[in-house]
């Protein structure tokens, strides 16, 4: 599926959303699933970017997020009972280690299929995978702004 980005909502007055993306017919159906699983995490998802961006000072193209359904959770975690939908949610890189140690791509592999998170996502966004037990997706989800105030500009009440 590659990077799917939000459309340019100066063009339209629609603001882009993941429902207006699902209609897209250059969607396989399990793409279709996979986003709507994302879908089904999203606020909370993105309330702990925005924590996590505060907190930890990380930039926000930095990002990554790795929505596991729970289908797909054995491939990563030795639960015996999966209770739902995982996130994980960190920088980037750690994420892309977690990735490779996890469930390392085959040594016949053509390339990484963790390979997008090694560049930083579009300005605003954040890179996320979702996996399921058929597929992994890949998009750039966003746009956050980051507004960053520092207490000497600020004047005084």
Not at 29 to 41: D, P, T
């Amino acid at each position: 599926m590659g990077d799917a980005k939000n459309k340019d909502t100066a063009q339209s007055e629609i603001p882009a959303s993941l429902s207006n993306f699902l209609a897209e017919s250059s969607l396989t159906e399990g793409q279709r699933r996979r986003i709507a699983l994302f879908r089904s995490v999203e606020n909370a998802v993105c309330s702990r970017i925005e924590q996590i961006c505060v907190t930890s000072g990380i930039d926000v193209v930095d990002v990554a997020v790795l929505v596991v359904d729970v289908s797909a959770h054995e491939l990563f975690f030795q639960d015996e009972d999966p209770v739902g939908t995982c996130v994980l949610i960190g920088h980037r890189d750690k994420v892309h280690a977690f990735l490779r140690s996890a469930l390392p791509p085959a040594e016949d592999a053509p390339f990484d299929p963790y390979e997008d998170l090694r560049t930083a996502a579009p300005a605003r966004c954040v890179r996320v995978m979702i996996v399921d037990q058929e597929s992994l997706t890949v998009m750039s989800y966003g746009t956050f702004v980051t507004v960053r105030l520092d207490a000497a500009d600020m004047p005084e009440a």
